[in-house]
């Protein structure tokens, strides 16, 4: 089992940057996948990066090219940079860690942080 916590939210400006950080127990963390979601007040929980224990990494097109995430097996940290952030990506981002590789689907976690607040203000 392991539990997940992230930090690193705050308010910011359209174009600027934030870094998450979610940081894990357990001391297999590194053969789980990581994903993190977000969700918006009155939207579902959606994907915005997913990173497996080998390393291979998933975008959708909302955020490819401006998002990335990397993970540190040794610190058992897991981050999202994001850089050019817009009005729309305001919402509570959530670390997630699975055993299965991973997925896309919220369902497919079994671990999850409490979230962080992203606000980008226009």
């Known amino acids: 089992q392991v539990q997940l916590v992230e930090s690193g939210g705050g308010l910011v400006q359209a174009g600027g940057s934030l870094r998450l950080s979610c940081a894990a127990s357990g001391r297999t963390f590194g053969s789980y996948g990581v994903g993190w979601f977000r969700q918006a007040p009155g939207k579902e929980r959606e994907l915005v990066a997913a990173?497996?224990?080998?390393?291979?990494?998933y975008y959708p097109t909302s955020v490819r090219g401006r998002f990335t995430i990397s993970r540190d097996n040794a610190k058992s940290t897991v981050s999202l940079q994001m850089n050019s952030l817009k009005p729309e990506d305001t919402a509570v981002y959530y670390c997630?860690?699975?055993?299965?590789?991973?997925?896309?689907?919220?369902?497919?976690?079994?671990?999850w942080g409490q979230g962080t607040q992203v606000t980008v203000s226009s």
């Open positions: 997630a860690a699975t055993t299965g590789g991973f997925g896309v689907l919220a369902g497919h976690y079994a671990y």
């Open positions: 990173i497996s224990s080998g390393g291979g990494t």
